[in-house]
């Protein structure tokens, strides 16, 4: 080991405190003054003032869809939707170059701030959970830096409603431009199934035909199936009367026609006159009855080709009319909330602006306590250094 190396012991440093004590008294109350004049002289004064924003979620107010295009609802949904902002894109307005303008215009602040130093003297906190925004303004002036806010604020919620116009308008635009187009659209619908409705003859007056007819010709054939009846019945009887062979001459009372006579036929006679007239009848009742079937399958086609027409027809107009309705009640949708302060809705000012009562950057206790424990150390260095050369000099001499 060295034997020049001295070791000092804590008694010889007490020893040293004690002879020096005036001096590390006079230097911790030297640095105690220069941390005073450097907090309350050299130090200008900042207040914090603060400002608790929260973005509400704009939820599409429209009803759910009632109609089967739902392709068109999509579409419009995500065509009012499409400019929404997220919360980065709120966060990124807030301090925009227009919001921060308006506020040193409206504040008469020219002379004190530019865009860039009152960007540089705001700071954000924000939460996306939450969606919470914390704005906070170190000045000079603790009631300044609360009006700033305050107007800053204000002009922030204009600003998100002038932004939240100018997209719906620019939609509105638009669904205005394509309600007008499916209008005509349904205008032209309209009146195609106009003029196949107003037609010779309708659907459904074909369809009345139609049933006409059948209700005809179930008539016809029921009256066919009582005349197939009557002439078994007159042949029956002609069958018995010529096996019975001796009653030929009877006599058969015939009531008389127009003319009002009664006239005496024989009982064959009779009835093979009763079996013409029956057989002929018979035979004009089927030639109804063809023909009212080969007019109910005329009918049948007629109709069918006239429901496919006016189907098709109906089906563009009921297409068009849904179209034209989705894009309608759409625009009402857009031009009632463009009339809306989307700013107020979607911008909450959650607590009144607040300024701390504390000087920002200036921590007086924590000061004066550094500038005491500067002044110990700085004694005891100077302390110790006196005395070592205090010693070397006594050594010098002898």
């Given at each position: 080991?060295?034997?020049?190396v001295?070791?000092?012991?804590?008694?010889?440093v007490?020893?040293?405190?004690?002879?020096?004590?005036k001096?590390?008294?006079a230097?911790i109350?030297?640095?105690?003054?220069?941390?005073?004049?450097q907090?309350?002289?050299?130090?200008?004064?900042?207040?914090e003032?603060?400002?608790?924003?929260?973005?509400?979620?704009?939820?599409?107010?429209s009803?759910?869809s009632?109609s089967?295009?739902?392709?068109?609802?999509?579409?419009?949904?995500?065509?009012?939707?499409?400019?929404?902002?997220?919360?980065?894109?709120?966060?990124?307005?807030?301090?925009s170059?227009?919001?921060?303008?308006?506020?040193?215009?409206?504040l008469?602040?020219?002379?004190?701030y530019?865009?860039?130093?009152?960007?540089k003297?705001?700071?954000?906190?924000?939460?996306?959970?939450?969606?919470?925004?914390?704005?906070?303004?170190?000045?000079?002036?603790?009631?300044?830096?609360?009006?700033?806010?305050?107007?800053?604020?204000?002009n922030?919620?204009?600003?998100?409603?002038?932004?939240?116009?100018?997209?719906?308008?620019h939609?509105?635009?638009?669904?205005k431009?394509?309600m007008?187009?499916?209008?005509?659209?349904?205008?032209?619908?309209?009146?195609?199934?106009?003029?196949v409705?107003?037609?010779?003859?309708?659907?459904?007056?074909?369809?009345?035909?139609?049933?006409?007819?059948?209700?005809?010709?179930?008539?016809y054939?029921?009256?066919l199936?009582?005349?197939?009846?009557?002439?078994?019945?007159?042949?029956?009887?002609?069958?018995?009367?010529?096996?019975?062979?001796?009653n030929?001459?009877?006599?058969?009372?015939?009531?008389?026609?127009?003319?009002?006579?009664?006239?005496?036929?024989?009982?064959?006679?009779?009835?093979?006159?009763d079996?013409?007239?029956?057989?002929?009848?018979?035979?004009?009742?089927?030639?109804?009855?063809?023909?009212?079937?080969?007019?109910?399958?005329?009918?049948?086609?007629?109709?069918?080709?006239?429901?496919?027409?006016?189907?098709?027809?109906?089906?563009?107009?009921?297409?068009?009319?849904?179209?034209?309705?989705?894009?309608?009640?759409?625009?009402?949708?857009?031009?009632?909330?463009?009339s809306?302060?989307?700013?107020?809705?979607s911008?909450?000012?959650?607590s009144d602006?607040q300024?701390?009562?504390?000087?920002?950057g200036?921590?007086?206790?924590?000061?004066?306590?550094i500038?005491?424990?500067?002044?110990?150390?700085?004694?005891?260095v100077?302390?110790?250094?006196?005395?070592?050369?205090?010693?070397?000099k006594?050594?010098?001499?002898k």
């Open positions: 080991m060295n034997d020049n001295e070791i000092i012991t804590l008694s010889e007490v020893r040293v405190v004690r002879k020096r004590k001096l590390i008294g230097l109350i030297g640095f105690l003054i220069i941390g005073m004049l907090s309350f002289v050299f130090t200008d004064t900042k207040y003032s603060e400002i608790l924003l929260e973005i509400n979620n704009i939820e599409s107010t009803e759910e009632v089967d295009n739902d392709e068109i609802y999509n579409m419009l949904e995500k065509m009012s939707h499409s400019s929404d902002m997220d919360f980065e894109t709120y966060l990124k307005e807030l301090t170059e227009r919001v921060l303008e308006e506020t040193i215009k409206d008469s602040l020219e002379d004190t530019t865009v860039d130093s009152l960007k003297d705001l700071s954000i906190e924000a939460d996306s959970k939450l969606k919470n925004i914390s704005l906070k303004l170190v000045s000079d002036d603790s009631k300044q830096g609360d009006k700033i806010l305050d107007v800053l604020a204000e922030y919620v204009n600003h998100i409603t002038k932004i939240a116009q100018e997209s719906s308008l939609t509105l635009d638009i669904v431009k394509q007008e187009i499916e209008k005509g659209k349904y205008e032209t619908a309209l009146s195609e199934y106009e003029d409705t107003s037609g010779v003859k309708s659907s459904y007056e074909l369809e009345l035909e139609k049933d006409a007819t059948y209700h005809q010709l179930t008539e054939k029921l009256n199936n009582n005349l197939n009846i009557k002439k078994e019945g007159i042949l029956g009887a002609i069958e018995k009367n010529e096996n019975m062979g001796t030929n001459g009877s006599m058969i009372v015939r009531p008389g026609g127009r003319d009002g006579y009664i006239y005496i036929d024989t009982t064959k006679r009779a009835l093979k006159a079996l013409a007239e029956t057989n002929a009848k018979i035979k004009s009742t089927k030639s109804s009855i063809e023909e009212l079937q080969d007019t109910v399958k005329t009918l049948q086609i007629e109709y069918q080709d006239v429901e496919f027409i006016e189907s098709s027809a109906r089906k563009k107009v009921e297409l068009t009319k849904t179209s034209y309705d989705a894009f309608a009640h759409k625009y009402q949708e857009l031009d009632m909330a463009n809306m302060n989307i700013g107020e809705i911008v909450n000012i959650v602006t300024s701390s009562d504390d000087v920002v200036r921590s007086v206790l924590n000061k004066l306590t500038s005491i424990i500067l002044g110990i150390m700085a004694g005891l100077l302390s110790l250094f006196l005395e070592y050369l205090e010693v070397m006594i050594k010098r001499h």
